[in-house]
């Protein structure tokens, strides 16, 4: 059961409203932190606007998802990983893609080089040794490669903590947990 609940639809602005349409018309439903971050639109704005710009990035949708996965699961956040098995099916993540990624693993070695950055910086809280850091270079990646998996790990710290605080309802399949 959720600590903060979901927003009924019918008390929210027209503003904030749209912008839940906007979600709708994305994934075809409204998901439950969608109507969790309504409860303020900073909450709801923070997310869309840095989800739009890491869609604008380097980063393709399978490898954004990807990382979605990987920090979900680093995270330990059940909602998350459920709604990016879903959604990652939905931009052409195969079922083994989807496992691999949960474990910052992954069958392409720049997709496996990514996620194992992004695993890195949420274990080590952005402390990552320099050695790390030029191996991920090596691979054939630049400083703004760097920055930008960060953003995109940073947008899924927020949804899981977001997640672990509200206690939010999961509304997509349910995955089973990983082995440690």
């Not at 996620?115 to 054939?140: M, Q, S």
């Not at 998996?149 to 672990?164: A, E, G, P, R």
């Amino acid at each position: 059961m959720s600590y903060i609940p979901t927003v009924d639809r019918n008390r929210l602005d027209a503003v904030t409203n749209a912008a839940l349409d906007g979600v709708k018309a994305k994934l075809g439903s409204v998901p439950n932190m969608f109507l969790t971050f309504a409860h303020t639109p900073v909450a709801l704005n923070a997310y869309n606007q840095l989800a739009a710009v890491t869609s604008g990035g380097r980063l393709n949708a399978k490898q954004r998802e990807q990382i979605a996965l990987a920090v979900g699961e680093a995270n330990d956040c059940t909602y998350c990983v459920a709604a990016h098995g879903a959604i990652g099916k939905l931009v052409g993540l195969n079922a083994n893609q989807i496992d691999l990624a949960r474990g910052a693993q992954a069958d392409n070695p720049r997709d496996a080089a990514i996620l194992e950055l992004a695993r890195r910086i949420v274990e080590t809280r952005g402390h990552v040794p320099t050695a790390e850091l030029d191996a991920f270079k090596a691979a054939g990646f630049g400083d703004a490669d760097i920055l930008e998996v960060l953003v995109n790990v940073v947008l899924n710290i927020y949804t899981n903590y977001t997640n672990h605080i509200a206690r939010t309802d999961v509304d997509f399949p349910v995955v089973a947990r990983q082995a440690a």
